[in-house]
């Protein structure tokens, strides 16, 4: 059975930093597209980033120049360096395949971007 489990999230600053990780289990990591996606409070979850086997990326426009995807096969770990933070990032975020499987949303981590 996949599992995924968010962590790195927390408290930053305007302008800040943050570097998420998703830790996976199970074989399927390595041979599927692998995404992050965020849902901030009273709002629908929308897709942030994505990254393929091979490492081809793809981001949303607001996301995109400021957050970094990436993901290492050999530790089934997936990543998301987040720079120049703003207050409507805000969000939990949380990582799955792309496209999403039901099975697979986990606790995701919390971003909280205030001064």
């Known amino acids: 059975q996949v599992q995924l489990v968010e962590s790195g999230g927390g408290l930053v600053q305007p302008g800040g930093s943050l570097r998420l990780s998703c830790a996976a289990s199970g074989r399927i990591f390595s041979i599927v597209v692998m995404g992050w996606y965020r849902q901030a409070s009273g709002k629908q979850r929308e897709l942030v980033a994505t990254?393929?086997?091979?490492?081809?990326?793809n981001y949303a426009d607001s996301v995109k120049g400021r957050f970094t995807i990436s993901r290492d096969n050999a530790k089934n770990t997936v990543y998301l360096q987040m720079n120049s933070l703003k207050p409507e990032d805000t969000a939990v975020y949380y990582c799955?395949?792309?496209?999403?499987?039901?099975?697979?949303w986990g606790q995701g981590t919390q971003v909280t971007v205030s001064s």
């Open positions: 990254i393929t086997r091979s490492g081809s990326e």
């Open positions: 799955n395949t792309n496209p999403p499987s039901a099975n697979y």
